[in-house]
C-alpha cells in the first residue's frame, strides 16, 4: 500500500541552530499534506499544512516545503528551542480523507 | 484544551475484561475517529464517524467495538483483547469544511495484560 516515511528516526540539534525533518511519500495522488507535533504524554498538535499546488508555505518559525517531483516534504523550524523537543509527524491525504501518516522523527533540542 | 476529550487516561485490563474508552469533543465537528499508536509505527486508523454513520472500519478485529451515539461523543468498547492491543488510543475530530486537519484528544493508554 501507499505509504508515508520519514528519512531520519531521531534528530539532535543546539537550541538557537536551525532543524530540518525530512519526509518521503509515495502516493503521487497525495493533494494534502500536514505536520504534527507530538510532546511526551499529548495527543498530536498541528503545526502547518500545504496544499499540492504550492510548494512551501511559511508559519511562525516554521516552513513547510513540497517537492512534488521527488514525493518529498520537509518542516524547517528556525531558532530551535528547548520546546520543540517533541516527535514530529507528517501525514498525506487524497482529498481530505483519511490522513495517512509516517513513523515520526523524535527532536531532541540540546542547550 | 484541545477541546477533545478522552477518558480515562490510562486503563489496565486483563485479557477477559469488558471496557469502554471514551472521547467527548466540544468543537461541533461532523467526523470523528480512533486512532492506535504503538511504539514505532506509524498511527493507525481503525475507524471514522462521519454525522455518527460509520464510514470506515479499517479491518480492526471484532475485540474492538465502536459506538457514536451523537456528534459529540465517540467510544471505543473493548473486550478479550491481546497483550499486543496495548497501545495509546487517539481520538480525533474534523470539522465540515474537510480541510484535513485532525485535531486530536490527548490519548488513553491502554495495558493489556
Known amino acids: 500500500g501507499e505509504s508515508v516515511g520519514l528519512h531520519l528516526p531521531t534528530l539532535s540539534v543546539q537550541e538557537g541552530d536551525n532543524s530540518i525533518i525530512n519526509c518521503a511519500y509515495s502516493?503521487?495522488?497525495?493533494?494534502?499534506f500536514i505536520w504534527y507535533k507530538q510532546e511526551s504524554g499529548k495527543g498530536p498538535q498541528f503545526i502547518i499544512d500545504?496544499?499540492?499546488?504550492?510548494d512551501k508555505r511559511q508559519g511562525q518559525r516554521v516552513t513547510v516545503l513540497l517537492n512534488k517531483t521527488v514525493k518529498h516534504l520537509s518542516l524547517q523550524i528556525a531558532a530551535t528551542q528547548p520546546g520543540d523537543s517533541a516527535v514530529y509527524f507528517c501525514?498525506?491525504?487524497?482529498?481530505?480523507?483519511?490522513?495517512?501518516f509516517g513513523k515520526g522523527t523524535s527532536l531532541l533540542v540540546t542547550p | 484544551e484541545t477541546g477533545v476529550t478522552q477518558t480515562p487516561r490510562h486503563l489496565v485490563m486483563g485479557m477477559t475484561n469488558k471496557k469502554s474508552l471514551k472521547c467527548e469533543q466540544h468543537?461541533?465537528?461532523?467526523?470523528m475517529y480512533w486512532y492506535k499508536q504503538s511504539a514505532k509505527k506509524p498511527l493507525e486508523l481503525m475507524f471514522v464517524?462521519?454525522?455518527?454513520?460509520?464510514?470506515e472500519n479499517n479491518s480492526v478485529p471484532s475485540r474492538f467495538s465502536p459506538e457514536c451515539p451523537n456528534s459529540s461523543h465517540l467510544f471505543l468498547h473493548l473486550h478479550t483483547l491481546q497483550p499486543e492491543d496495548s497501545a495509546l488510543y487517539l481520538c480525533?475530530?474534523?470539522?465540515?469544511?474537510?480541510?484535513?486537519?485532525?485535531?486530536f484528544g490527548e490519548g488513553s493508554r491502554l495495558t493489556v495484560l
Open positions: 480525533a475530530t474534523s470539522p465540515p469544511t474537510n480541510t484535513g486537519e485532525l485535531f
Open positions: 502516493n503521487s495522488a497525495s493533494d494534502y
Open positions: 500545504i496544499r499540492s499546488n504550492m
Open positions: 501525514a498525506d491525504s487524497n482529498s481530505g480523507y483519511a490522513l495517512n
Open positions: 468543537l461541533g465537528h461532523n467526523a
Open positions: 464517524y462521519n454525522f455518527k454513520e460509520q464510514t
